[in-house]
């Protein structure tokens, strides 16, 4: 079993920053890759970033591309998710989830998930 907890989020104007972080437990940290994913009301999970298991490589959304950064810091067990340049559909639940060995885009395809933590962005 692996535990995740976030924290970090937060109210930020448009053009804000945010820096989200998620602590994992359990196992080892470094067997898996890990994602954010968010989700807004009425609206179905999307991807955000992933990034694997060294932190070599990583991925994003379109969407947040050139103004989000995931990282990891293996000896902290810790991921995090820079979020700059906040826009109003931006606003959603951040999750991070954790995945053996592999990155991927798809939430069913990861084993372990956080509880969240809320990014508010008004319009």
């Known amino acids: 079993q692996v535990q995740l907890v976030e924290s970090g989020g937060g109210l930020v104007q448009t053009g804000g920053s945010l820096r989200l972080s998620c602590a994992a437990s359990?196992?080892?940290?470094?067997?898996?890759?890990m994602g954010w994913f968010r989700q807004a009301p009425g609206k179905e999970r999307e991807f955000v970033a992933t990034?694997?298991?060294?932190?070599?490589?990583?991925t994003y959304a379109d969407s947040v591309k050139g103004r989000f950064a995931i990282s990891r810091d293996n000896a902290k067990n810790t991921v995090y998710l820079q979020l700059n340049s906040l826009k109003p559909e931006d606003t959603a639940v951040y999750s991070c989830?954790?995945?053996?060995?592999?990155?991927?885009?798809?939430?069913?395809?990861?084993?372990?998930w956080g509880q969240g933590t809320q990014v508010t962005v008004p319009s």
């Open positions: 990034i694997s298991r060294s932190g070599d490589y990583t």
């Open positions: 359990g196992r080892t940290f470094s067997n898996y890759a």
């Open positions: 989830a954790a995945r053996s060995w592999v990155i991927s885009r798809t939430p069913d395809n990861y084993d372990y």
